[in-house]
């Protein structure tokens, strides 16, 4: 007769190596580009990363703290588009906020694992398209 075992098996968790730097280095460089040149692609890549990240952290309570922190860093870079798309430098009013962004992305991605990485991907690519298909109706 087979003993019948309560314990339920966890999840695997995948620690974020490559992508983790892969991530925070192109939010770091993206930053840079903004902070000395009105880049519309600089603009994409950290807005993409912004996406991914606020995908990840938007109903879970461990990154409280840092989500009140993004949102701000968020509505600064949506203010900046306007700003970017007309080749104007960016005010300091507008980089602080993003850089302490870029600074969270830092923090949080340490605690992501390589599921949660990339299902918040391919959710933040199902928001853009959904909003691309709702814009073209």
């Given at each position: 007769?087979?003993?019948?075992?309560?314990?339920?098996?966890?999840?695997?968790?995948?620690?974020?190596?490559?992508?983790?730097?892969?991530?925070?280095?192109?939010?770091?460089?993206?930053y840079?580009?903004?902070?000395?040149?009105?880049?519309?692609?600089?603009?994409?890549?950290?807005?993409?990363?912004?996406?991914?990240?606020?995908?990840?952290?938007?109903?879970?309570?461990?990154?409280?703290?840092?989500?009140?922190?993004?949102?701000?860093?968020?509505?600064?870079?949506?203010?900046?588009r306007?700003?970017?798309?007309?080749?104007?430098?960016?005010?300091?009013?507008?980089?602080?906020?993003?850089?302490?962004?870029?600074?969270i992305?830092?923090?949080?991605?340490?605690?992501?694992?390589?599921?949660?990485?990339?299902?918040?991907?391919?959710?933040?690519?199902?928001?853009?398209?959904?909003?691309?298909?709702?814009?073209?109706?």
């Amino acid at each position: 007769m087979r003993k019948r075992s309560n314990r339920t098996p966890r999840p695997i968790k995948i620690p974020l190596t490559r992508f983790r730097s892969d991530a925070a280095l192109n939010a770091r460089l993206a930053y840079d580009t903004l902070k000395h040149t009105p880049d519309l692609d600089a603009y994409n890549r950290l807005v993409d990363t912004f996406n991914i990240i606020s995908v990840a952290v938007l109903n879970d309570p461990r990154f409280a703290r840092e989500h009140s922190v993004y949102g701000g860093a968020t509505r600064a870079l949506d203010e900046a588009r306007q700003l970017i798309a007309a080749r104007v430098q960016l005010p300091a009013r507008l980089l602080e906020p993003i850089r302490h962004g870029v600074n969270i992305i830092d923090e949080i991605l340490p605690r992501l694992d390589l599921a949660q990485f990339r299902d918040s991907e391919l959710a933040a690519v199902r928001a853009v398209i959904n909003i691309n298909r709702q814009g073209a109706n």
